[in-house]
């Protein structure tokens, strides 16, 4: 659900990423105060994570269209609100600037819509209305699901209304959300599951994670816990990307359907041009591969009689996404904390 810059105009893109600042300044004030020394590398291993799980696109089965983890809800679960759209944003960032994944326009929007409302609105349902504020691991899951979904339709509708009031790609409202909807229900139910076996299988092993109160458990290190993150995020983003779905996600998928176009194309001159062509400059490896690589191929993707699309390229870039997300979280993270010590 990556917005890219074709969708907006600057008037909008502006105006989100001015909120999306402003969102994120206010995170960091709040969480200098709560940030302890035993998290500061978990928000930098959990972007890391999201960041490959992100590479793994899932078919949605009879529509052509796939989907992928929005990681959202998980990360406020596990670090709070404030710190995980800190993470996601870093997430977003490295994508956008190395990997031309999103629009730098649409850089705040996406903040917003893959960061702010899964973490501020779609999060605080999991506790209070959903799964209670004693919460055990099986309603944590059903809530989870519910929670994932509700995020995910809140993304969709904000993509919606961010198109349509940018004016410049001529998709009209009813029959861009008539379609947006429905696919994103079906994607918001996959990263439900998803969502809710990773916490309850983290809820069992590391309850402390959650708020659980239990003698001994606030001093366990949480060493492990970073440990197994980062080789997950090595695995999923070095090897299982390999079998992300070829579809097109799906913020495309509706976008080809509505204008007819497999892609839109963005004004050639004024802001556009001039942060397309910084795109191009910055992104070391666009579209997750090495400079040329699809080109080279010939745009050959993996056919349905594949099991596996096996890529060098693919696999260097989940590798040096991961590494560079968890620089930008986990650094954020230290300075941060530095700052809070120091006034404290």
């Given at each position: 659900?990556?917005?890219?810059?074709?969708?907006?105009?600057?008037?909008?893109?502006?105006?989100?990423?001015?909120?999306?600042?402003?969102?994120?300044?206010?995170?960091?004030?709040?969480?200098?105060?709560?940030?302890?020394?035993?998290?500061?590398?978990?928000?930098?291993?959990?972007?890391?994570?999201?960041?490959?799980?992100?590479?793994?696109?899932?078919?949605?089965?009879?529509?052509?269209?796939?989907?992928?983890?929005?990681?959202?809800?998980?990360?406020?679960?596990?670090?709070?609100?404030?710190?995980?759209?800190?993470?996601?944003?870093?997430?977003?960032?490295?994508?956008?600037?190395?990997?031309?994944?999103?629009?730098?326009?649409?850089?705040?929007?996406?903040?917003?819509?893959?960061?702010?409302?899964?973490?501020?609105?779609?999060?605080?349902?999991?506790?209070?209305?959903?799964?209670?504020?004693?919460?055990?691991?099986?309603?944590?899951?059903?809530?989870?699901?519910?929670?994932?979904?509700?995020?995910?339709?809140?993304?969709?509708?904000?993509?919606?209304?961010?198109?349509?009031?940018?004016?410049?790609?001529?998709?009209?409202?009813?029959?861009?959300?008539?379609?947006?909807?429905?696919?994103?229900?079906?994607?918001?139910?996959?990263e439900g599951v998803v969502t809710a076996t990773l916490l309850a299988f983290l809820h069992k092993a590391r309850p402390e994670l959650f708020?659980?109160?239990?003698?001994?458990?606030?001093?366990?290190?949480?060493?492990?816990?970073?440990?197994?993150?980062?080789?997950?995020?090595?695995?999923?983003?070095?090897?299982?990307?390999?079998?992300?779905?070829?579809?097109?996600?799906?913020?495309?998928?509706?976008?080809?359907?509505?204008?007819?176009?497999?892609?839109?194309?963005?004004?050639?001159?004024?802001?556009?041009?001039?942060?397309?062509?910084?795109?191009?400059?910055?992104?070391?490896?666009?579209?997750?591969?090495?400079?040329?690589?699809?080109?080279?191929?010939?745009?050959?993707?993996?056919?349905?009689?594949?099991?596996?699309?096996?890529?060098?390229?693919?696999?260097?870039?989940?590798?040096?996404?991961?590494?560079?997300?968890?620089?930008?979280?986990?650094?954020?993270?230290?300075?941060?904390?530095?700052?809070?010590?120091?006034?404290?």
């Amino acid at each position: 659900m990556h917005m890219a810059d074709a969708l907006l105009s600057p008037a909008v893109g502006g105006t989100m990423w001015a909120a999306s600042a402003g969102l994120l300044a206010y995170s960091s004030s709040r969480l200098k105060s709560s940030l302890d020394d035993r998290r500061v590398p978990l928000m930098g291993v959990l972007a890391a994570f999201v960041f490959a799980a992100q590479m793994i696109n899932f078919s949605i089965p009879g529509t052509g269209s796939s989907g992928h983890l929005g990681g959202g809800l998980i990360l406020a679960v596990l670090l709070g609100p404030h710190a995980a759209l800190l993470s996601i944003a870093s997430v977003l960032a490295v994508q956008a600037l190395f990997f031309a994944d999103g629009g730098l326009l649409a850089l705040g929007c996406n903040i917003f819509n893959l960061g702010f409302l899964p973490c501020f609105l779609a999060y605080p349902l999991l506790y209070s209305p959903l799964a209670g504020a004693a919460s055990n691991r099986s309603r944590l899951m059903s809530a989870a699901v519910i929670a994932a979904v509700i995020g995910l339709q809140l993304g969709a509708f904000g993509v919606v209304l961010e198109t349509v009031a940018s004016g410049i790609s001529e998709l009209p409202f009813s029959s861009f959300v008539l379609l947006m909807l429905p696919i994103h229900l079906a994607i918001g139910l996959v990263e439900g599951v998803v969502t809710a076996t990773l916490l309850a299988f983290l809820h069992k092993a590391r309850p402390e994670l959650f708020g659980v109160a239990r003698p001994g458990l606030e001093t366990r290190s949480l060493r492990p816990v970073v440990v197994g993150l980062a080789l997950a995020a090595m695995v999923v983003g070095g090897g299982l990307s390999w079998f992300a779905a070829s579809d097109p996600d799906g913020l495309e998928w509706a976008t080809s359907k509505v204008s007819g176009k497999a892609e839109l194309s963005a004004p050639e001159t004024g802001i556009h041009a001039t942060l397309s062509a910084l795109q191009k400059r910055v992104a070391v490896l666009p579209d997750y591969n090495f400079r040329g690589a699809e080109a080279a191929k010939g745009e050959v993707r993996k056919d349905a009689d594949s099991w596996a699309s096996v890529d060098v390229g693919t696999s260097f870039s989940g590798l040096l996404g991961g590494g560079l997300t968890l620089c930008l979280a986990g650094g954020v993270a230290f300075v941060l904390r530095r700052r809070a010590q120091a006034k404290a």
